[in-house]
Structure formats: structure tokens, C-alpha cells
């Protein structure tokens, strides 16, 4: 058997990455969920990063952002 017909992941030969694999799993996941696990899941979500710009070799302050903006 060689490299080029080696079993190949799913996700993959469908021309996704893991990530939006997983995404995709966990959002099947939290739709089939029944009260109050669903409203529980919603909650924990919420996406949450910060951005930090770079100006002439200093740091700035961080801003912290949400999906939902």
C-alpha cells in the first residue's frame, strides 16, 4: 500500500480542516440538546479575544472583543 492510497480522514477528503470539522460536530451536538443543557451550552458559546495593536516596536493596549461584535 502506498502514501497515495492511504486511507485519508473524512473531514479531510471532504476539503475540510479539523477545525471546522469539530465546529460543524459541536454544532450538531448543542442543537440536539434538550432544556436546560441547551441554554447552558449557549451560554458557554460566547467566544471572547483580545487584540493588541504594535506601534513602532511598542505594544498598545489590548482591546477585548466578543464574536458578536
Known amino acids: 500500500m502506498s502514501a497515495t492510497t492511504a486511507a485519508v480522514p473524512f473531514w ?3 476539503g475540510m480542516t479539523y477545525i471546522g470539522y469539530s465546529n460543524v460536530c459541536a454544532a450538531l451536538v ?3 440538546l434538550k ?3 441547551k441554554s ?3 451560554s458557554r ?4 479575544f ?3 495593536k504594535w506601534t513602532d516596536g511598542k505594544q498598545e493596549k ?3 472583543r466578543t464574536d458578536d461584535e
Open 12 to 14: 479531510r477528503a471532504a
Open 30 to 32: 448543542r442543537r440536539c
Open 62 to 64: 489590548p482591546i477585548v
Open 40 to 42: 447552558e451550552a449557549a
Open 45 to 48: 458559546e460566547k467566544v471572547h
Open 35 to 37: 432544556e436546560p443543557y
Open 50 to 52: 483580545s487584540i493588541t
